[in-house]
C-alpha cells in the first residue's frame, strides 16, 4: 500500500436518535452521506455504517446534528408519516499517515506511535467503504466481501443454502510499510429466488417434523412479493416490496386482537390459516392498500389507512367474516395458488401477524446463512471451500482485488491519493529441520513431510490394563456392523496390537449390548457405563453404529462427568475392514495415553530447555457460545499443562466461564494452581517449575494487551500462592506468554517448485518472521504440518511477555540457532511433534491444540445447551426444556481428573 505522507485523515463518531442497528443503521448512514449538508464533501468521507466517519476534509463544525427523514431504500421521497433521526456527528481526532510511515520505517525501537490502532482503522474504514457501498457486492462484518454477480463462483449446499466465494481484507501494519492482507473465505448464503423452492430445498432429505426447525432457518430473511406492481423511483429503478419473515403462523398469533387469525396448526398452510376479513375488503385488489400482505391483523390508523404492506381490513367491527389466505388470494387476485401444503410466513409480528404464501415471495440475494451447517452441507462446503493453493493465488489477484476495492474501479483510490500494488508480496521464509522422533529403546521413526509410521516400535512408556471390556451399542434406524459373537474375535485383535504395541493387556471381559430405541431416552446407556464404572473396570471400548449427533456427548459426560470411567469410541464399519492393523494402533494411541502413558518423545536437542525438566509448558484457550446454541449456553475455558520434560502427560482442567462469551479466563489463578501441584505429584518433582512457558489460544490480535492487564497478573497471584519465599526472592517462576492465532487470514505461497510440498504448499516447518511482522514486535509465522488438502494455514505466534528466553540467552545461543527468537521458533516447532494422537507433526502446538480439544470436549458435556436437539440432550434435561448449566456440569469426577481423559 503506498499513501500520500501528508494525507490527514479527520475522524468522526457519530451517534444516531432514536437508537438503530443493522441495516437500517447502514441505509441511515448511506442518507447521512448524502444528506444537503455533506454535499461539499461527498467523495470525500467513508464510514463503516456503524459509527464511524473519516474524511480527508475537515467538516465545518466539530459536533452537529442533521436531521434524517428517513425513507425506504431506492424511494426519492419519504413517505406521509416517516420518521425522523437525528444523526450527531462528533470530531474526533486527526491523524496523519505519515506518522504511522514513519513510526515503522524507524530504527529506533523506543519510538511511539500514539496514534497507530485509530490510523489502521481508519485506513480499513476506508479500504472496506467501497464493498460497502456497492450494490452488487454482500458484506459480512467489516472485512468479508462477495460478489452477487450471477458469473460469482457459487455451490449448492443443499437444504436451501448455497456457498459464495469471496474475499477477505484487512490493512496491516509490518515493518517500514503498510499492507493489505487479501484472502479468499467461502460463506453460506440462502439460495435467492422463489420462498417455495427454498422451503422445499430444506425439508428435502428431513425425516420428522421439520416445521419448527424452518422456522428458525427462516427467520429474519428479508423477501420480496411478486404478486403486487412494483413502484419505480425518477431513475426509473424498481423499488421492491421487501418484507423481514418474523416467522411461521401459530396458533398464538394476534391473542390480543378482536379477531384473532384462526391458525389450525404451527407452520399451517394457506388453507389452514383464515385471518378477519372486513365485509367489502375483498372485492378487489384496490381496495386494499399499497402492500404485499395477505392479512394485516391490526387496528385502525388515523386517517383511514391501514398498516403498510396490509391487505384486509382495518377496523374491528362486527361486519366481516373469517377467510382462509388461500381463498383471499384467489378472490383478490385470482391466483389459485399450487403448493398449498408449504406454511405461510409471518412477516408482521407475533402481536400483529401479517401473512404471505411462500409462492408470492422471493429471497433476496446475498443473506448470509448463520444456522449451523449439517454433516452434508459441511461437506459440500469442505468441497466447495478446499483448493490448490495456486488456485486461491490466482483468484486473489484476478477477482479479490477488484471485489475488495484495490483497482481502478474504486474512485476513491485517487481521491485519497492511496495506490496498491497488483500483485502478491514476495517475504523470505526458511524451512526448519524436522526434530527427531524416538519410540522405546530409543528407536527413531521415519520423518518424512511432517508425518512417520509406527513400523515396528513400542509406545516409550505404557501402562498396564488389568479390567476393560467393551460395549456395543445398537441405535435404532442405524445398521450394525455386529453383533457380540462376531465382535468378540476382533476386540482379541485389537488387545493383540496393544500388546505389539507394549501395552501389557489383560483378556477383556465379556463385553456388553445396549440397544437405544428411543434418541430422547439414553437412560439404557448411563446405567451400563454406571455398571461398569461400579465394576472397577480402568477402561470400556465403546463401539457405535455411525457418528450419531449427541450419542458421543452422551458417552462422555457419563464416562468422565459421571460415573469416573476412560471410554474409547469407535465406529463399527472402521473396526470391522479387513487388515485394519492400522486403525487398531490409532486406537491404541488413545489408550495409552488416558492410561498416563507416553507415545513418543523428542531428541534432547530439540527439546532445548525443556530438557532440563525445570520448565513447564502450559496451554489455554476459551470457546463460546456457536450459532444454535441456547441463550444461557456459557463460555468454556480449558487448561492442560506439561509435568515432565517428556512432554507426555497433559492433564487438562476445565471450568465454565463467570460471563458468557467472555475471552478472559475468570478462573485462571485456580486452574494454575492445580497444575503446578500435579507437576509436583504427577511429575514427581521436588520443586515447582523455575520456567512457566504459556502458548494462549483463542485470543484476537485487539486483546493482546488484555491478556498482559487481565490474565497475566492471575497467573502471577497463582504462583505468589503456590512458590515458597526463597523461589519468589530468585524471581522465580519466570512467564513467558504467547498468543496463538490460527483463525487469521495470513497465507504463503511458493515462488519456487522446489520449495513446495507434495500438496503443493510450502515444506512443514516454514517460517516466516520478516516482511509480514514488525520489528518491535516479536512473532512468527510457522506453518508446522502437511496439509492434507487445499492451501496451508501457517499459524501465527505472538510473544506478548518475554522472561524466559531473552534473559537466558543473552549471551548467545546453541546451533542451529542464530538468535533467540530462533530458539522459541524451534521449541515450538519441536512442540508440534509431541501431540499424542497421531503420528504427524500439528498444525499448532500441542499444549495449544490440547487445550483446544479440551474445551470441545467440555462441549459435548454441555450438548444440550450447545446443539439443541433432543439427541445432544444434557444429563437430567427434558425434551423441550431448557437445560440448567451448573459448574459441576464440566467437573471431571475425582477418578479422571488428573489423566489425558479428553483424548
Known amino acids: 500500500m503506498i499513501a500520500d505522507t501528508q494525507l490527514t485523515l479527520y475522524r468522526y463518531a457519530f451517534t444516531v436518535s432514536p437508537a438503530t442497528t443493522g441495516r437500517k443503521l ?9 444528506a444537503p449538508e455533506m454535499a461539499p464533501f461527498r467523495q470525500d468521507v467513508v464510514s463503516d455504517f456503524k459509527s464511524t466517519c473519516v474524511s480527508r476534509q475537515r467538516l465545518p463544525s466539530d459536533d452537529q446534528t442533521i436531521s434524517i427523514v428517513y425513507r425506504s431504500e431506492g424511494e426519492d421521497e419519504p413517505r406521509p408519516g416517516a420518521p425522523t433521526y437525528q444523526v450527531r456527528i462528533q470530531f474526533t481526532n486527526t491523524l496523519g499517515i505519515g506518522e504511522l510511515i514513519d513510526y515503522l520505517s524507524s530504527t529506533d525501537i523506543a519510538a511511539a506511535c500514539d496514534h497507530k490502532q485509530p490510523l489502521i482503522q481508519a485506513l480499513n474504514i476506508f479500504l472496506n467503504h467501497h464493498a460497502k457501498s456497492a450494490d452488487d457486492i454482500a458484506t459480512i462484518g467489516s472485512s468479508r466481501a462477495f460478489s452477487l454477480r450471477p458469473d460469482a463462483p457459487q455451490m449448492d449446499l443443499g437444504g436451501g443454502l448455497a456457498a459464495i466465494r469471496g474475499f477477505f481484507s484487512s490493512v496491516r501494519a509490518a515493518t517500514c510499510r503498510i499492507l493489505v492482507n487479501v484472502n479468499v473465505s467461502n460463506a453460506a448464503f440462502y439460495l435467492s ?100 400482505a395477505a392479512a394485516d391483523q391490526g387496528p385502525k390508523k388515523k386517517g383511514g389507512k391501514g398498516r403498510r404492506g396490509g391487505a384486509a381490513p382495518i377496523a374491528s367491527s362486527s361486519a366481516g367474516k373469517y377467510i382462509s389466505v388461500y381463498d383471499f388470494f384467489l378472490n383478490t387476485y385470482g391466483r389459485a395458488l399450487q403448493k ?5 410466513v409471518n412477516v408482521g409480528t407475533r402481536d400483529r401477524p401479517t401473512y404471505l404464501p411462500a409462492e408470492v415471495c422471493l429471497v433476496m440475494p446475498g443473506q448470509r446463512a448463520d444456522a449451523k451447517l449439517d454433516a452434508s452441507q459441511t461437506q459440500q462446503m469442505i468441497r466447495f471451500a478446499v483448493r490448490k493453493p495456486g488456485a486461491n493465488a490466482d483468484s486473489i489477484v484476478r477477482e479479490g482485488l477488484s471485489i475488495v476495492g484495490l483497482t481502478g474501479n474504486n474512485a476513491l483510490l485517487s481521491r485519497f491519493g492511496i495506490q496498491f500494488s497488483p500483485n502478491l508480496l514476495t517475504v523470505p521464509g526458511r524451512t526448519l529441520d524436522e526434530p527427531k522422533v524416538f519410540y522405546k529403546g530409543n528407536k527413531p521413526a521415519s520423518v518424512r513431510f511432517g508425518s512417520w509410521n509406527m513400523v515396528d516400535v513400542k509406545f516409550n512408556t505404557v501402562t498396564s490394563v488389568r479390567k476393560w471390556s467393551y460395549l456395543l451399542i445398537s441405535v435404532r434406524g442405524y445398521r450394525d456392523a455386529f453383533d457380540l459373537n462376531s465382535l468378540a474375535p476382533v476386540v482379541g485383535r485389537f488387545a493383540t496390537t ?3 504395541l507394549g501395552i501389557t493387556v489383560a483378556a477383556p471381559m465379556p463385553g456388553q449390548h445396549v440397544s437405544i430405541a428411543n434418541s430422547d431416552d439414553y437412560s439404557p446407556l448411563a446405567d451400563r457405563l454406571e455398571r461398569a464404572a461400579n465394576a472397577g473396570l480402568e477402561l470400556l471400548l465403546v463401539i457405535l453404529p455411525e457418528n450419531i449427533p449427541g450419542l458421543y456427548g452422551r458417552i462422555k459426560h457419563c464416562g468422565d462427568v459421571r460415573f469416573g470411567i476412560h471410554t474409547v469410541c469407535s465406529i463399527g464399519h472402521k473396526l470391522a475392514k479387513p487388515n485394519n492393523e492400522q ?121 493482546y494487551q488484555t491478556v ?32 496463538v492465532s490460527k483463525r487469521h487470514h495470513t497465507r504463503f505461497y511458493v515462488t519456487r517448485e522446489t520449495d513446495a510440498d507434495r500438496s503443493s504448499n510450502p515444506k512443514p516447518g516454514t517460517v516466516v518472521d520478516r516482511a509480514v511482522t514488525e520489528a518491535r514486535s516479536w512473532d512468527f509465522y510457522l506453518q508446522s504440518h ?45 512442540l508440534c511433534y509431541t501431540y499424542g494422537r497421531a503420528t504427524k507433526a500439528v498444525s499448532v502446538c500441542t499444549p495449544a491444540y490440547y487445550a483446544d480439544v479440551v474445551c470441545e470436549r467440555a462441549r459435548c458435556y454441555l450438548g444440550g445447551v450447545f446443539d439443541a436437539t433432543p439427541a445432544a440432550s444434557m444429563a437430567g434435561s427434558t425434551s423441550g426444556d431448557l437445560p440448567v448449566v451448573r459448574p459441576e456440569d464440566v467437573l471431571i469426577h475425582a477418578r479422571l481428573k488428573n489423566t489425558m481423559f479428553y483424548i
Open 26 to 34: 447502514a441505509h441511515i448512514t448511506r442518507m447521512l452521506l448524502q
Open 193 to 292: 429466488g422463489p420462498l417455495d423452492q427454498l422451503m422445499q430445498a430444506y425439508e428435502q432429505g428431513r425425516g420428522g417434523d421439520s416445521r419448527p426447525r424452518m422456522a428458525s432457518f427462516l427467520k429474519r430473511v428479508r423477501i420480496r412479493t411478486t404478486h403486487l406492481k412494483d413502484k419505480t423511483n425518477r431513475a426509473g429503478q424498481v423499488i421492491h416490496r421487501i418484507k423481514t419473515i418474523a416467522g411461521l403462523a401459530t396458533p398464538n398469533d394476534g391473542n390480543a386482537l378482536a379477531h384473532p387469525p384462526r391458525v389450525a396448526h404451527f407452520g399451517a398452510g394457506p388453507k389452514q390459516v383464515e385471518f378477519w376479513l372486513e365485509s367489502g375488503a375483498n372485492t378487489s385488489a384496490a381496495a386494499a392498500p399499497p402492500g404485499a
Open 340 to 344: 398449498p401444503h408449504l406454511p405461510v
Open 498 to 500: 496393544l500388546g505389539k
Open 583 to 703: 486403525y487398531f494402533a490409532n486406537v491404541g494411541l488413545k489408550f495409552n495415553l488416558k492410561l498416563g502413558g507416553n507415545n513418543q518423545f523428542l531428541d534432547a536437542t530439540r527439546r532445548g530447555i525443556l530438557d532440563e525438566d525445570k520448565t513447564m509448558v502450559v496451554g489455554i484457550d476459551v470457546t463460546h457460545p456457536s450459532p444454535g446454541s441456547a441463550s444461557n449456553a456459557p463460555s468454556i475455558a480449558g487448561m492442560v499443562a506439561s509435568v515432565d520434560r517428556w512432554l507426555g502427560q497433559w492433564p487438562a482442567v476445565v471450568r465454565i466461564q463467570a460471563a458468557a462469551r467472555t475471552e478472559m479466563v475468570s478462573d485462571l489463578s485456580e486452574m494454575l494452581k492445580s497444575r503446578l501441584r500435579l507437576w509436583k505429584e504427577v511429575g514427581r518433582h521436588t520443586a515447582l517449575p523455575e520456567n512457566i512457558l504459556v502458548y494462549r489460544d483463542g485470543v484476537s490480535e485487539g486483546q
Open 708 to 739: 498482559l492487564e487481565d490474565e497475566v497478573p492471575l497467573l502471577r497471584r497463582a504462583c505468589a500462592e503456590t512458590y515458597p519465599p526463597a523461589d519468589q526472592k530468585r524471581g522465580l517462576p519466570r512467564l513467558t506468554v504467547v498468543i
Open 786 to 830: 502437511a496439509a492434507i488438502q487445499g492451501t496451508a494455514r501457517p499459524t501465527h505466534y505472538f510473544v506478548v511477555l518475554d522472561e524466559i528466553f531473552r534473559a537466558r540467552y543473552a549471551k548467545g545461543v546453541p546451533a542451529p540457532a542464530r538468535n533467540v527468537a530462533d530458539m522459541l521458533e524451534l521449541l515450538t516447532q519441536s
